[in-house]
């Protein structure tokens, strides 16, 4: 029987090598560079401006007596603060829940926009951003049903042990000893192992819906049924598939990781340079002035958005790698679907279309 995972691994490395260095285009790679990004990036950073204030003794001996009833009314406002608090935190929750989801939502569009930018060689990322809002939400919507579902399985499993373990019976006295607690740790664990195995499980069948959506015509719930039809019909590919993708995923992990090292000791040791040049500059220029830090901290904060941008750069490759190896294996496992793929091949063994 021939591995198909195998298989492709050669043909998803000259589909690389074609897309990213024949020839080499630099904005390209930084499209595809940002497009990993989003789809890797469901997380976000946040933060907050404010202004920043310095006070002497001249300061404080300016500053006006309070009014009569003032501090009652201050005194007012922060009790009212703190009776509101928690509906404070429910806000910011809310708002922060709804961020995860709208960045969800931009990875799920990603994701075809990804597929359709490797498969045409040809990186358009507004165009085709356009293009599939339609299909982001619908992948949106199925990751979403399924992380409830995951919940509810969660629930559905550990509550009936924390009831158990923690003795709350008819027949025992509540309490959590010691041996209470190693047995739930460990239950813990392994629903956490098993929920990562389906996980992984299910996000494989996503992966290979999304080419199957994209170029059947359906909805990502019907191309995720297909998907499911023909895993029943031929398994063991699948089971291989799963073996071979584990390993070029430590494999791409490896080399990415120790490229992304190199980009950032690289980029530690020219930012001490530069900033440390700089610094010392600006202390001449200002002597004991804030605006030194302002600006310090202003670079910093470009530098980072720089870095986070190069480590997208170089990481990007394995990804491209990854994703034309899902697509040559799923031409390979479900040949009825016809992927347009920009070098017309089929999969290994056959030869390119003539010019």
Not at 288 to 293: C, D, E, K, N, T
Not at 334 to 352: A, N, S, T
Request: glycine share 8%; net charge neutral; hydrophobic share 60%.
């Amino acid at each position: 029987m021939s591995w198909f995972v195998a298989d492709a691994v050669d043909r998803a490395f000259a589909r690389t090598k074609k897309c990213l260095l024949e020839p080499f285009d630099f904005w390209k790679w930084m499209k595809l560079a940002i497009i990993v990004l989003l789809i890797g990036g469901s997380g976000f950073n946040s933060g907050g401006g404010g202004n920043n204030y310095s006070f002497d003794e001249s300061d404080i001996s300016s500053i006006p007596p309070v009014p009569a009833g003032a501090a009652d009314t201050f005194q007012h406002i922060f009790d009212w603060s703190s009776s509101n608090m928690f509906g404070i935190a429910f806000v910011l929750i809310i708002l922060f829940l709804l961020l995860v989801l709208l960045f969800s939502y931009i990875s799920s569009v990603m994701e075809f926009v990804f597929v359709e930018s490797l498969v045409k060689d040809d990186v358009r990322f507004w165009k085709y951003s356009r293009r599939y809002l339609g299909n982001g939400f619908s992948l949106f919507l199925l990751r979403l049903l399924l992380i409830i579902l995951l919940l509810v399985i969660i629930a559905a499993v550990t509550l009936p042990f924390i009831y158990i373990v923690m003795g709350a019976s008819a027949t025992t006295s509540p309490g959590f000893t010691a041996s209470n607690a190693i047995l739930f740790i460990f239950l813990l664990f392994a629903l956490i192992f098993l929920l990562a195995i389906a996980g992984g499980v299910v996000s494989s069948f996503i992966g290979l819906s999304i080419p199957v959506s994209l170029y059947t015509g359906n909805n990502i719930f019907r191309a995720f049924m297909m998907v499911l039809r023909n895993f029943r019909r031929d398994p063991w590919q699948i089971v291989l598939y799963w073996i071979g993708r584990i390993v070029l995923g430590l494999v791409v992990a490896i080399l990415v990781g120790i490229t992304a090292l190199v980009v950032i000791l690289l980029a530690l040791l020219i930012v001490l340079v530069i900033d440390g040049l700089l610094y010392i500059v600006l202390t001449a220029l200002w002597p004991g002035s804030a605006a030194v830090w302002i600006v310090l901290v202003a670079l910093i904060f470009i530098q980072l958005i720089l870095l986070i941008l190069a480590i997208a750069f170089v990481s990007m490759p394995g990804q491209v790698f990854l994703r034309y190896h899902l697509l040559t294996f799923l031409q390979l496992w479900y040949p009825e679907i016809e992927i347009p793929i920009f070098d017309d091949l089929k999969g290994p063994g056959h030869e390119e279309a003539p010019a």
